[in-house]
């Protein structure tokens, strides 16, 4: 076997076990939602869409490591390297968004603010956000 099937097949590897990653997230959430709906333990949505955000996050940074593997390594093209940037611009934008989401802050932001300006830990700190 070659250099290149080798990364190759790195690539497909990794690929798999980021949908993988992506599947076995969005199992726990439904079952850790489940879970926590019937024994009443706490706020189910907010926790769902955490853990659902962060398999997902998960996903895609394996996802994304695919693809730089498969693409620079194998045929580092011009045209490759341009659907490889723009892949991996967009898959950056939807972790930043999850991250965000998940977070309540952007990632400028110090521990403990939200995104709307108010504290996480229940007011304790406040850092305003521009353009709000």
Do not use: C, K
């Not at 099937?5 to 939602?33: F, H, P, S």
């Not at 996050?57 to 045929?75: M, N, Q, Y």
């Not at 045209?79 to 939807?94: A, C, D």
């Amino acid at each position: 076997m070659e250099f290149g099937q080798i990364i190759t097949r790195a690539g497909e590897v990794i690929d798999v076990i980021g949908v993988i990653a992506i599947v076995v997230g969005v199992l726990y959430a439904m079952i850790d939602a489940a879970i926590r709906r019937v024994r009443n333990t706490g706020p189910v949505y907010e926790r769902f869409r955490r853990v659902l955000g962060r398999g997902i996050l998960i996903g895609l940074e394996l996802l994304v490591a695919a693809d730089i593997i498969r693409t620079v390594a194998v045929t580092p093209t011009l045209e490759s390297v341009g659907v490889l940037g723009i892949i991996v611009l967009i898959r950056t934008f939807l972790s930043w968004s999850l991250a965000v989401e998940i977070t309540g802050r952007w990632p400028w932001q110090r521990h403990g603010a939200t995104v709307d300006g108010e504290a996480a830990d229940g007011g304790a700190e406040r850092v305003p956000v521009p353009g709000r």
